[in-house]
């Protein structure tokens, strides 16, 4: 099957900085990447949809200067955190689709966990 | 509003078979997936149902009514691996995906 890498696979950052999270489709190019959140024993919350070479569309409530989402290529979409604070400690998800139906199937990464100090 | 139920926690044997409930209330319906999510991993995809019916796929089923706004995923020949969470989603007509909190499976020997 496709695969979907995220580096880190875990950060551990003060508050205050900022924190880069890289989401990239291995074997495969992937023209949606949907980016989500995960609290404990919650679930997963989508953040934002990230089409290549067009703006991030964010979900209600998510904060897009906060969260900046770039997809630069078919294979590699960023979410960096800006000025992190304790709430932000999260397990983040990326998500890559293959094709253009809504009825594609989802590859998910496996995860980076932030926990910021 | 957009509402998905599934039982929190769920305990069964090695061997044996499980039945994971999952009922919804969504503006539309465009599918529903099944994924499981171990520990500390992100979910993996288990299966996709759009039309009534069971799908088989090995040891895992699943099965959906829409009438009834209800879907089940059916485990077999439980091993120790399967002991994680099961989540249930739904796509809406905007073809958003409404995810369940999950079913934390436990297998015990």
């Known amino acids: 099957g496709a695969v979907v890498s995220q580096h880190p696979s875990r950060v551990i950052c003060k508050s205050g900085t900022s924190v880069k999270i890289e989401c990239r489709s291995l074997?495969?190019?992937?023209?949606?990447m949907f980016w989500y959140r995960q609290f404990p024993k919650k679930s997963l919350m989508l953040m934002a949809t990230?089409?290549?070479?067009?703006?991030?569309?964010?979900e209600q409530g998510v904060e897009k200067d906060k969260f900046l989402i770039n997809h630069a290529s078919l294979t590699l979409s960023t979410l960096t955190v800006t000025s992190a604070h304790p709430e932000d400690s999260s397990f983040y998800i990326c998500?890559?689709?293959?094709?253009?139906?809504?009825?594609?199937?989802?590859?998910f990464g496996p995860g980076t966990r932030l926990t910021v100090l | 509003g957009q509402n998905i139920d599934q039982p929190t926690e769920m305990t069964a044997t090695e061997g044996a078979i499980v039945q994971i409930n999952c009922t919804y209330q969504?503006?539309?319906?465009?599918?529903l997936f099944w994924y499981q999510q171990h520990a500390g991993e992100a979910p993996t995809f288990l299966s996709y149902?759009?039309l009534d019916g069971l799908e088989e796929k090995g040891r895992f089923s699943s099965f959906l009514s829409r009438s009834k706004g209800y879907s089940y995923l059916l485990l077999k020949e439980l091993q120790m691996k399967d002991s994680a969470s099961y989540l249930c989603?739904?796509?809406?007509?905007?073809?958003?995906?409404?995810w369940g909190a999950g079913t934390k499976l436990i297998i015990k020997p």
């Open positions: 998500s890559a689709r293959v094709g253009t139906s809504d009825y594609n199937e989802q590859f």
């Open positions: 074997d495969f190019q992937a023209t949606t």
């Open positions: 990230s089409n290549e070479g067009s703006k991030a569309t964010y």
């Open positions: 969504t503006s539309g319906f465009n599918g």
């Open positions: 149902n759009v």
């Open positions: 989603v739904v796509m809406d007509s905007n073809y958003q995906l409404i």
